[in-house]
Structures are given as C-alpha cells and as structure tokens.
C-alpha cells in the first residue's frame, strides 16, 4: 500500500523573501515606536545624548567600541569580498594548492584579538569606577525595585515617593539600590550606566549596590528597569526629573508635609474613608502620612501622589480616566500586577479618584 501525502496548502517562504518581511518589520517597528512614544509625551532616552559626566565617559566607551568593532567588521567583510571576488573559481581553473596551516597567521590572529581585548579593558576601567565612586557630599537617595514600580526614598528629608526621582541640577546623587522581591536593574541612559537592586540589601545588608550621577542640565530623564524581572518587566518604567536648586527644596518640604485634610462631607472625604475601611484594606498596602490607618508599605506611598504625573511603573498618565481605569480593574491595565481588584462600587471609585487627584 502506498500512502500519498498532500502538499502543503502554502509553500514555505523562501530564504529571501524571509529577510525581506524581516527587513520591512524591523523598519516599521523603528519608525512606531517613537512616534508611540512621542504620542504619549515621553523621550526615548539614548546612550548618545549625555547629560552628566559619569554618562559622557560611558559614551566616549561607545564610541570607541563601535568604531573599533567598525574596523574589524569592514576588515573582515573586506577580505572575505577579495577572497570571494579574486579567488573564485573559474572554468578550467586546476585543483588549487592544498595549505596545512601558517604559523604566522595563526600568531597574528591569535595576537590580534588580544591586543584588541585589552584596549577595551583598559579604556573600559576608568568609567566603570568612576561610577562606583561618589563624591563626599553626595545627597543621598534608596531606590527600592517592586515588581513591578520603584521606590525612592530621601532618608534625611524623611519622603517616600514613587515612579518620578526629582533631584537637584549640579549636585551628585548617590542612589543606593535594593529589591524587595527579585533582582532589578536601575538604568537611565542618559545619566548613568546599568546597575543592578539586589534582593536584601537595605541598610547596606551583603549586595548592597549604588550608582551616582551630577545632572548638567534640567530636563526629564527616562529609566527603566534593564533586568528581566517577570511579566510587567517592560512596566517597570521611572524617570529622574532635574530641577533647580530652589525648586527641589521647595519640592522637599511640600512632600515631607502630611496629606491635605479633606473637608467633611466632601468626594474626597468619602473617597478616604473606602480606603480606610475594613472591607476594602487599602491601608494595608500603603501609607498617607497623615492619616493614621493608611500605614501600608507593599505598595506606593500615596501622601502627594497627585503630584505624580505618571503612576502604576509609569504606564499610564496620572488622570481621572487613567486612576478610574487603575482603581477598577488593576489587572486590566497592567496585567500580572500585585495590587487587587477590592471591588469598589462604580461611586465609590469616583470618590477613591477624587480623593487620590486632591493629595498633592
């Protein structure tokens, strides 16, 4: 019996159509993604656009590694075009000379590779030490990693803040990193190298890891968590917002200040006392200074969060719809997250935004 096979319905792309559609992907995602971003008002942060010291060295590595990674591919791209276009084979071209080894190449490309390591080591010290160290009088800042949002926290101002660290033009900043669940990665492009929260750091604990950076110029500079850290990995956004010296203290002493009171009988009163009740334990996820329940610390300090303009790692605008969208269903706007659906009624979620909008 001969079993009979039908052909497949499509036949399977060929090898250069594949690279075609792999070509065009690529070119319309490079396109979309910063118009996306444009679109929602955030800067994509780049390597090649410095704005410290500390970020300038880490360029000046850049370009020297892409450069001399240039020479090399262009070196052997080059020679394999020679050998592809004068050595090919000919009609009527001999069986060419069969060669056992070259002692003086096999040296020199032994040799070469080395020497092109070292250079990097060598270059490559400097900046990466210079990032270790911070100066003496350094204002000092501890950045948490939870999955999936940072916290960041002024020890000697006494605040706690989320997603946005807002810090002074011109004076370093030292920000030791600690985990409260998995390892993170505390990277902004544009003011400092990669470096990695490691669970169980606090209070200088064994991993203990920081990272320092002097912003030259005012501005917002995007972050991300640059260490696969589960689901909501790419959710895991924050931004360090430079301001000047009068401006941050002025933010300082707003932010060490306890929650605004709402007025009695007010959408915002009522929106305080659904997250202080029993039934919906709000308070045991966060904290309002100020309102003596609301003691939590799984979850972000809520005392100014009206003041945010991103929430939730930075996902989505800190607006009515956006918290109307976050207070309802947590899960539908950041799938995977921690925070849970309370069940709040369609009018007390209007009270519960009220309430939030008013902290600032």
């Not at 011109?170 to 985990?179: F, W």
């Not at 003041?307 to 309802?328: H, I, K, M, Q, Y």
Request: hydrophobic share 45%; charged share 15%; proline share 10%.
């Amino acid at each position: 019996m001969r079993l009979k096979f039908a052909p497949p319905p499509h036949p399977p792309p060929s090898p250069r159509s594949a690279a075609s559609v792999a070509a065009v992907t690529a070119l319309a995602l490079s396109v979309l993604f910063p118009a996306v971003a444009a679109a929602q008002g955030v800067t994509l942060p780049s390597i090649l656009d410095p704005a410290s010291p500390n970020a300038a060295s880490l360029k000046t590595l850049y370009d020297i590694i892409f450069y001399l990674g240039l020479a090399v591919f262009l070196l052997v791209e080059g020679l394999i075009v020679i050998a592809i276009v004068r050595f090919r084979r000919r009609e009527g071209d001999p069986e060419p000379a069969q060669v056992h080894g070259n002692g003086t190449a096999e040296i020199a490309w032994t040799i070469a590779p080395t020497v092109v390591v070292l250079i990097l080591a060598i270059v490559s010290y400097r900046p990466l030490v210079e990032g270790r160290t911070p100066p003496a009088d350094a204002i000092t800042v501890n950045a948490i990693g939870h999955q999936w949002w940072w916290e960041f926290a002024y020890p000697d101002a006494g605040v706690t803040t989320a997603t946005d660290l807002v810090v002074p033009v011109g004076r370093p900043i030292r920000v030791n990193l600690d985990s409260v669940d998995v390892i993170h990665s505390f990277w902004v492009p544009q003011l400092s190298g990669k470096t990695d929260a490691i669970p169980g750091a606090r209070d200088g604990g064994a991993g203990q890891n920081s990272v320092w950076f002097v912003a030259e110029r005012p501005g917002r500079y995007e972050g991300q968590c640059a260490e696969l850290c589960g689901a909501q990995h790419a959710g895991m956004r924050f931004a360090v917002v430079v301001v000047g010296e009068a401006e941050y203290r002025a933010w300082l002493v707003a932010q060490a200040a306890p929650a605004a009171r709402p007025a009695p009988g007010s959408p915002e009163a009522a929106g305080q006392a659904v997250m202080t009740t029993d039934e919906k334990l709000c308070y045991t996820c966060h904290t309002i200074d100020g309102v003596p329940k609301m003691v939590g610390t799984a979850g972000p300090n809520l005392t100014h969060v009206g003041t945010r303009p991103w929430l939730a790692g930075g996902v989505f605008p800190n607006s009515a719809e956006g918290l109307t969208r976050w207070v309802d269903h947590p899960d539908d706007v950041k799938p995977g997250t921690v925070m849970p659906d309370v069940g709040l009624a369609p009018g007390e979620i209007r009270s519960v935004v009220s309430y939030l909008q008013s902290l600032k």
